[in-house]
């Protein structure tokens, strides 16, 4: 098909609200996505919702050995839940070695990052029935609950819903179930980086809920639920203290402490998941994105019920279990990630890119709020036409980033970007605040 009748062609038969433009899959290049319809190219801070780690086109993907093994893999969809293979098993190993944290000897695989959240809460509901005596499986357990925060976003599956709560038109008309739901603390930061808002006041107010939801669900609460940093609420960050915090209140009141990394993890933050700065280790932890394969890792804790779901067999369960062509392709990420030292270089680029923001910020008075880690970066406008200008500019001037919250823009860079073209992200991104701003001046 042309690339000029592609946007008209898919909107005969659904919805087409995204970007205008129609990617080239193979002029795109690095931190560059090529516009087929209109030849011109689009600096990517938007990286497909942070999924997609290394660029276009890189070069290690390339390599006849391995995208002999990819197409191999794309010929059979096989069900890894029952058939296995050397591919699967060659990724498992890569993944489990070098991209899972020690102490996490347990592994589930799933297409989608709302399924991996969903497994987790399996997890953690069917690891408190056996810890309450339920062993029937027949038995009413609809009074489980799980504690979850505002401003969150877990999926649009089942379970999920009931825990995301960030607009309204993400799950209003369908079934939830009334969980406990918890105020977020979250960090505001000030110019050169540090804390400006009463942080301990916060924490306080979020530490009085759990307090009154601990209470009045007595020992019915399977899990805490929590993003280490939350993504689509709006890039709120949380203080070390506060997840070691609910590492307390999980162990005192025998629940499970779930991190959903969906969109934090798999080195975007500079490190292989976002919860290793804050020095607080969960229970299971959710992910999925840039990863492209989705699942759950789990640690010791759920052996204290001996029949748990990774022992007993279609307590959870995927006929995939993943894919096998992602498992191939993240595989092949890691080694490049590895190789490449792209953890260490996503640290430099957020610090680059904090800096230069903090600059504009500074000049312009347009934005404050900025903060992040690695290249999962975001700064906060005065109000959502403030933000939505914003955006429109940066795309006029062929720069991509993303909406979050009410009124916050994320960056999302490729763990792969150089330090010039961050430059010119930093150029584009001025250029548009300021353009913006004037226009909205009164």
């Known amino acids: 098909m042309q690339a000029n009748d592609v946007l008209q062609s898919l909107s005969r038969y659904q919805l087409v609200d995204g970007y205008p433009l129609v990617v080239d899959l193979e002029k795109s290049q690095g931190s560059w996505i ?34 002999a093994v990819l197409m191999r ?22 993944f489990a070695t070098h991209t899972t944290p020690d102490g996490f000897p347990h592994h589930f695989w799933v297409a989608g990052g709302g399924l991996a959240v969903e497994n987790a809460m399996k997890t953690a509901f069917d690891w408190k029935a056996r810890r309450l005596g339920r062993t029937d499986y027949l038995a ?9 925060f505002n401003q969150a976003f877990h999926g649009r599956t089942g379970y999920t819903m009931s825990c995301t709560n960030t607009l309204p038109d993400k799950v209003g008309l369908f079934p939830r179930f009334p969980w406990p739901r918890i105020h ?4 505001r930061f000030d110019t050169d980086g540090n804390i400006c808002n009463d942080i301990e006041a916060e924490e306080a107010k979020a530490r009085e809920q759990l307090d009154q939801a601990f209470a009045e669900s007595a020992d019915r609460i399977a899990g805490i639920l929590i993003e280490p940093m939350q993504g689509e609420g709006g ?6 203290e506060f997840l070691a915090t609910l590492r307390r209140y999980a162990d005192e009141h025998d629940c499970l402490l779930l991190f959903d990394e969906v969109q934090t993890g798999f080195y975007g933050s500079g490190k292989p998941w976002f919860w290793q700065h804050l020095g607080t280790a969960p229970d299971v932890v959710a992910f999925g994105k840039k990863s492209q394969v989705c699942g759950i890792y789990a640690g010791g804790k759920v052996d204290e019920v001996e029949q748990n779901v990774f022992k007993v067999s279609s307590r959870i369960n995927s006929t995939w279990g993943g894919n096998l062509v992602d498992m191939v392709r993240s595989r092949r990420f890691i080694e490049i990630i590895i190789e490449d030292g792209l953890a260490e270089h996503a640290e430099m680029l957020g610090e680059r890119l904090m800096n230069g923001l903090r600059s504009i910020a500074r000049d312009t008075g347009a934005f404050d709020n900025v903060r992040g880690k690695g290249t999962l970066v975001a700064c906060t ?54 353009s913006a701003h004037a226009a909205t001046l009164p």
């Open 184 to 187: 977020n603390p979250v960090c």
């Open 235 to 240: 890039d709120n960050h949380f203080r070390p």
């Open 381 to 434: 406008f005065p109000s959502p036409e403030h933000r939505a200008a914003a955006i429109m500019a940066m795309f006029d001037r062929k720069a991509m980033s993303l909406p979050c919250g009410t009124d916050s823009m994320r960056f999302r860079l490729p763990l792969t970007m150089s330090f010039d073209e961050l430059d010119e992200l930093l150029n584009r991104t001025a250029d548009s605040i300021r």
């Open 140 to 148: 009413d357990c609809n009074d489980l609950t799980i504690v979850h």
């Open 34 to 67: 090529h516009d087929a319809a209109t030849g011109e190219k689009y600096l990517d801070a938007f990286t497909c919702f942070a999924s997609w780690p290394i660029g276009f086109n890189h070069p290690g993907m390339k390599d006849p050995a391995f995208e």
């Open 73 to 94: 893999a794309a010929q059979s969809n096989v069900a890894n839940a029952d058939l296995y293979t050397s591919e699967m098993a060659d990724f498992v190993r890569t």
